[in-house]
């Protein structure tokens, strides 16, 4: 069977022995593990002690994770077995040193994938990268402030009226996509700034493509307006949402979070939730804005076209 190994790092301002706390006591694991927080319902079994945990869920799977040694403050070692949707096991190490004043920690995971799997290897590697790293940031959140700012809704099926938008298309490697899009805003904003009548819904962010092993994420920040202004910057397209049923689920914390949802709904789309629409790509709206607004309640709704 095909081996993989997946690791990740981060840098987190809060003593050794408070982050130790947060990985080895795995009570604290429901508060920041990055599969947890997909299906809130999931049902989540912690041992007396603090050193095992069982779990079971529609989406999730099935699986249990037991602690096999720790050194306090440097390292703890898990055993994990995932019993649905497949068997499978891995070895779980979670390294801790300072670094710079910080706490430095990195998650391993050495895995096998089942034989008729073997073509997914990069593919799982890059999708449990991402997970690791969603972990490891709302791990940096809990362990810092004792609270992980993000909270999915989910919505539900609703109705997306449509639009017509302005906007800039561009593809970035997915590490960039925050800083790219904040400046692919600020230029839409100081274009529109004396065309505010012309504004008709918040603004939205399309996702068209995701190449999850090359890292790279191909989008469009747009702003819906009621008719294309005049005039448009070099750079600057147009197009159109048609009307369409949607699925929307809403992120309430930070956008380092937003990752939570769309993991979210990529895990629905696979247990048949929902159908996705495929010719109509799924899109983010920010209900209020980052220049006014704490980052802790920052609102956005990811919603995916479904039929």
């Given at each position: ?5 997946v690791?990740?790092?981060i840098?987190i301002d ?10 080895s006591?795995l ?7 990055p ?20 779990w ?11 602690i ?9 070692d898990?055993d994990?077995?995932f ?7 891995a070895?779980i ?11 430095k920690v ?25 997970d690791?790293?969603r972990?490891?940031?709302m791990?940096?959140?809990y ?11 989910f ?11 302005i ?5 970035v ?5 925050g800083?790219?899009?904040?400046k ?5 904003m ?8 012309k504004?008709?819904n918040?603004?939205i ?8 092993v ?10 819906p307006?009621?008719?294309?202004p ?5 750079g600057?397209v ?6 369409t ?7 309430t914390?930070?956008y380092?979070?937003?990752?939570n949802?769309?993991s ?8 048949k939730?929902f ?7 799924p ?8 220049a006014?607004?704490?980052?802790k ?11």
């Amino acid at each position: 069977m095909p081996k993989f190994h997946v690791e990740k790092s981060i840098l987190i301002d809060a003593p050794l022995s408070k982050v130790y706390k947060c990985i080895s006591d795995l009570n604290h694991w429901n508060k920041w593990s990055p599969w947890l927080v997909l299906e809130p319902e999931a049902r989540f079994k912690v041992a007396e002690d603090g050193k095992s945990y069982s779990w079971e869920g529609d989406r999730v799977g099935s699986g249990e994770m037991k602690i096999l040694s720790e050194e306090e403050n440097q390292s703890v070692d898990f055993d994990l077995h995932f019993l649905k949707p497949w068997k499978s096991q891995a070895d779980i190490r979670f390294e801790l040193s300072e670094e710079a004043g910080k706490s430095k920690v990195t998650w391993f995971m050495d895995s096998k994938l089942p034989f008729f799997l073997f073509f997914m290897k990069k593919m799982m590697v890059a999708m449990l990268g991402m997970d690791f790293d969603r972990g490891l940031k709302m791990l940096q959140d809990y362990a810092k402030e004792d609270q992980v700012y993000s909270h999915l809704d989910f919505k539900g099926e609703t109705n997306y009226p449509g639009c017509t938008y302005i906007g800039i298309t561009r593809g970035v490697a997915m590490d960039d996509m925050g800083q790219s899009m904040e400046k692919d805003f600020g230029t839409l904003m100081e274009f529109m700034a004396d065309k505010t009548d012309k504004i008709s819904n918040e603004p939205i962010s399309i996702y068209h493509k995701w190449e999850l092993v090359k890292g790279i994420a191909n989008y469009t920040a747009a702003i819906p307006v009621s008719e294309v202004p005049d005039g448009l910057p070099v750079g600057v397209v147009t197009g159109k949402i048609p009307e369409t049923k949607i699925y929307k689920l809403r992120h309430t914390g930070k956008y380092d979070h937003l990752g939570n949802p769309w993991s979210a709904m990529m895990m629905m789309q696979r247990a048949k939730v929902f159908k996705q629409k495929k010719d109509i790509h799924p899109f983010e709206s920010y209900v209020n804005s980052p220049a006014d607004t704490d980052p802790k309640q920052l609102i956005a709704d990811v919603n995916f076209p479904i039929k």
